[in-house]
């Protein structure tokens, strides 16, 4: 009687917060634009990067975190000087608490942004509501969008989105 070897197990998606730990790795070791090239975000990252079908300088990957959540990022290297990078937490659905993701809640994203020597400016829209904030420090800017992490619990933010610039 023979037997099948063992299947390799399935790797757990990463959690939410290491990954947000990574995004901040990034930011931690750039210094301008130029710094986000599609190597650095990969390795930083730890994920590979999909080069856009036209074969332009354009990249993007998705991936699995806890259900219902993935994430995207998204990088744009097609003007060195002017790359764009951004990261996005995404619901299977729309009305999906953002607890899962919120392992590094907004404030304590914010406040590892401003031990980075990042200043922080917010932008607010109607009545005060905050839309995000530009953290900047000489060469970088990194916009911060936050969403609130349940209809129970609205006033807790979370991470939604990161942008640069």
Not at 17 to 25: F, K, M, N, P, S
Not at 53 to 71: C, I, N, Q
Not at 149 to 161: I, K, L, M, P, Q
Request: net charge negative; glycine share 8%.
């Amino acid at each position: 009687m023979t037997t099948a070897p063992p299947s390799a197990a399935a790797t757990p998606p990463p959690q939410a917060g290491a990954v947000l730990q990574r995004v901040l790795d990034l930011i931690q070791g750039s210094h301008a634009l130029a710094d986000l090239t599609p190597a650095r975000v990969e390795q930083t990252m730890g994920i590979r990067l999909e080069r856009a079908r036209d074969g332009s300088a354009r990249y993007g990957v998705g991936a699995a975190l806890d259900p219902p959540w993935s994430y995207t990022i998204e990088l744009d290297a097609t003007a060195p000087d002017a790359a764009k990078f951004a990261f996005n937490f995404t619901p299977a659905s729309a009305d999906a608490a953002m607890t899962p993701v919120c392992q590094l809640d907004y404030d304590a994203f914010g406040q590892r942004l401003e031990a980075l020597g990042f200043t922080r400016t917010p932008y607010n829209a109607e009545h005060g509501r905050l839309v995000k904030e530009w953290f900047d420090k000489p060469g970088l800017r990194v916009s911060v969008y936050p969403q609130g992490e349940s209809d129970g619990a609205a006033e807790h933010r979370c991470v939604r989105t990161v942008t640069i610039p």
